[in-house]
C-alpha cells in the first residue's frame, strides 16, 4: 500500500475546519504545520529503538591520512549506529579495527591523540576512539572525532538515524499515522482563531492519545524476538 498523500490528508483537515471564508487556511500554511507533527512523531519513534529510520552509508564516509576526523559524513546523519571499516573481508588491511565510543576529554582519547598516525593493519589495541560533535543534523553533518590518526585511508561505514525526510507529498511516518497527522494541524490550525493564538485542547488531546497508540502499534517489531526474558541469563549462552 501506497503511503498517504498530503493533499488527502488535507482534505481530511479541511473537512474539520469551519473556515470563516474560503481557504482561510491556505494549503502551504496547513502543510508547515503538518510537517512539525509529522517532525515530533519522528521523535518519538526514533526514541523506540527499533530502527524503524535507519541507513547505512558504504559509499561516502571515509578516514583519511593523517586526519583527526572522518570526511564524507552524511548531511542527515542524526543520531549514529555503527561505524566500522567499510572492507571486512579476509584480506582487507583494517578489517579489524574496532571503533570505540569515547568523550573527546577521555583519558584514552587524550592519550590516543599524541600517537604519531598508526597503520590500520598493525595498530596494537585495534582501537579507534571516536567522539560525535558539533550541531549536526539538519544543520550541517555532525563532525566525528577520532584517535589516533591512521597513515592511510580507510572507507568507513555508517549506520545511522537520518532526519526526517519531509518532501511535502506523501506522509513519511510508518504505522498509519494520518490521523495523528490530521488532529495535529486541526489543532495548530485552530490556533488563528483564538485570541492567545494557541492550539485547540481537544484537538490536541486526540493527537496525544493516537500518538501513543501508534507507539505501543510499532513495537514490538520483531514477534519473534522475546520481551522478557524466563532465565537470567537466557540468550547469553553458546549457540553451539
Same mark, same amino acid.
Given at each position: 500500500? *501506497?503511503?498517504?498523500?498530503?493533499?488527502?490528508?488535507?482534505?481530511?483537515?479541511?473537512?474539520?475546519?469551519?473556515?470563516? =471564508?474560503?481557504?482561510?487556511?491556505? $494549503?502551504?500554511?496547513?502543510?508547515?504545520?503538518?510537517?512539525?507533527?509529522?517532525?515530533?512523531?519522528?521523535?518519538?519513534?526514533?526514541?523506540?529503538?527499533?530502527?524503524?529510520?535507519?541507513?547505512?552509508?558504504?559509499?561516502?564516509?571515509?578516514? @583519511?591520512?593523517?586526519?583527526?576526523?572522518?570526511?564524507?559524513?552524511?548531511?542527515?546523519?542524526?543520531?549514529?549506529?555503527?561505524?566500522? /571499516?567499510? $572492507?571486512?573481508? *579476509?584480506?582487507?588491511? *583494517?578489517?579489524?579495527?574496532?571503533?570505540?565510543?569515547?568523550?573527546?576529554?577521555?583519558?584514552?582519547?587524550?592519550?590516543?591523540?599524541?600517537?604519531?598516525?598508526?597503520?590500520?593493519?598493525?595498530?596494537?589495541? @585495534?582501537?579507534?576512539?571516536? *567522539?560525535?560533535?558539533?550541531?549536526?543534523?539538519?544543520?550541517?553533518?555532525?563532525?566525528?572525532?577520532?584517535?589516533?590518526?591512521?597513515?592511510? !585511508?580507510?572507507?568507513?561505514?555508517?549506520?545511522?538515524?537520518?532526519?526526517?525526510?519531509?518532501?511535502? =507529498?506523501?506522509?513519511?511516518?510508518?504505522? $498509519?499515522?494520518?490521523?495523528?497527522?490530521?488532529?495535529?494541524?486541526?489543532?495548530?490550525?485552530?490556533?488563528?482563531?483564538?485570541?492567545?493564538?494557541? /492550539?485547540?485542547?481537544?484537538?490536541?488531546?486526540?493527537?496525544?492519545?493516537?500518538?501513543?497508540?501508534?507507539?505501543?502499534?510499532? =513495537?514490538?517489531?520483531?514477534?519473534?524476538?522475546?520481551?522478557?526474558?524466563? !532465565?537470567?541469563?537466557?540468550?547469553?549462552?553458546?549457540?553451539?
Amino acid at each position: 500500500m *501506497a503511503a498517504t498523500t498530503i493533499s488527502t490528508i488535507l482534505t481530511g483537515v479541511r473537512n474539520q475546519l469551519v473556515e470563516p =471564508t474560503a481557504r482561510f487556511w491556505s $494549503d502551504a500554511e496547513l502543510t508547515e504545520i503538518m510537517r512539525l507533527g509529522a517532525v515530533d512523531l519522528w521523535g518519538a519513534i526514533l526514541d523506540l529503538h527499533k530502527d524503524h529510520y535507519f541507513k547505512v552509508d558504504e559509499s561516502n564516509a571515509v578516514i @583519511r591520512a593523517n586526519a583527526s576526523s572522518i570526511s564524507g559524513v552524511p548531511e542527515d546523519c542524526f543520531r549514529v549506529l555503527l561505524l566500522e /571499516p567499510r $572492507d571486512t573481508s *579476509a584480506t582487507a588491511l *583494517a578489517r579489524q579495527l574496532i571503533f570505540t565510543p569515547r568523550p573527546f576529554n577521555h583519558p584514552d582519547f587524550a592519550m590516543a591523540r599524541t600517537l604519531s598516525a598508526q597503520n590500520p593493519g598493525s595498530l596494537t589495541s @585495534r582501537q579507534i576512539f571516536f *567522539a560525535i560533535t558539533g550541531v549536526g543534523a539538519p544543520k550541517e553533518a555532525p563532525v566525528i572525532r577520532i584517535a589516533p590518526m591512521l597513515d592511510a !585511508d580507510v572507507p568507513v561505514r555508517i549506520a545511522y538515524n537520518p532526519t526526517l525526510a519531509w518532501d511535502g =507529498t506523501t506522509n513519511p511516518v510508518p504505522g $498509519d499515522s494520518d490521523n495523528a497527522l490530521k488532529a495535529w494541524t486541526v489543532a495548530y490550525a485552530r490556533a488563528k482563531e483564538t485570541d492567545g493564538r494557541t /492550539p485547540d485542547p481537544s484537538w490536541l488531546a486526540v493527537y496525544a492519545a493516537d500518538k501513543q497508540r501508534l507507539l505501543t502499534r510499532l =513495537t514490538p517489531r520483531q514477534e519473534q524476538d522475546p520481551e522478557i526474558v524466563e !532465565d537470567m541469563f537466557q540468550g547469553y549462552g553458546s549457540i553451539w
